[in-house]
């Protein structure tokens, strides 16, 4: 909770640019949504594969709350000229996040053309969930896509946030990211639960909340981040 208040108290401090960043993500969830729903078996494959790479989004939430922790000015383009700075390790970031959500996509569209087929339609595929296999494809998307989350919260929570403060290299970013969780699990879950709460409560609101909710975790998770790392 006191991760999320000072993430609350960045987003007070630079409102216009919080708002505007979380439209842009929210505009893109909505339009994923938008295309997904002539084959809706697919569309919690594009959310969680859309979601998989949000740490690498929030970047820009990173850098803004470093420079009001400066007391600098908060621009969009002092926001991502550091982004140039550590363009090797985002490019490998980057890299990574792709070859999960590639991973992820062709795992969950196997699983949806196994146990669901060829869906048409939004109605037809809510009465297909409440069949035997409709559940049996929501049972193995959620427990593997659950399974894919963890390890990406372990290799990005923390990782991210140190390449953006210039701590550290790619390689020594992840491992100590997954150390950290790894040392400290109590706290990680709940942390790491906070943000899926917050992240599903986002999708019910078909991705509007995400205007607020995306700004907030992005300020939250360099606050974290400060109090693990930078604090000690």
């Known amino acids: 909770m006191h991760w999320l208040r000072e993430g609350w108290s960045y987003f007070g401090r630079a409102r216009g640019i919080s708002l505007a960043y979380g439209a842009v993500f929210a505009a893109i969830g909505m339009l994923i949504t938008v295309l997904g729903l002539s084959e809706p078996q697919f569309i919690l494959t594009f959310w969680t594969g859309f979601l998989l790479v949000g740490p690498l989004l929030a970047m820009g939430f990173y850098r803004t709350a470093q420079l009001l922790d400066r007391g600098e000015t908060v621009r969009f383009t002092t926001c991502w ?5 550590r ?3 985002v490019a490998l970031f980057t890299l990574l996040l792709s070859l999960v959500m590639i991973a992820w996509i062709r795992f969950s569209t196997l699983i949806a053309a196994l ?5 048409a339609g939004t109605s037809s595929f809510i009465s297909a969930m409440g069949s035997p296999d409709g559940v049996g494809f929501l049972l ?6 659950a399974v894919f989350a963890v390890v990406m919260f372990a290799l990005t929570a923390w990782s991210l946030p140190l390449v953006m403060d210039a701590r550290t290299d790619f390689g020594t ?3 100590t990211s997954v150390k950290a969780v790894i040392e400290q699990p109590l706290p990680m879950l709940l942390w790491g639960a906070t943000v899926a709460g917050l992240t599903i409560l986002g ?5 509007a909340g995400f205007v607020v909710i995306f700004p907030l975790l992005g300020y939250a998770t360099w606050a974290a981040y400060k109090d693990l790392f930078v604090r000690t």
């Open 115 to 119: 146990y669901v087929g060829n869906i």
């Open 173 to 175: 970013a992840l491992v």
């Open 203 to 207: 999708m019910l609101t078909f991705f």
């Open 87 to 89: 363009l090797g390790s």
């Open 81 to 85: 000229r550091v982004l140039r700075s």
């Open 140 to 145: 193995v998307l959620f427990g593997v896509g």
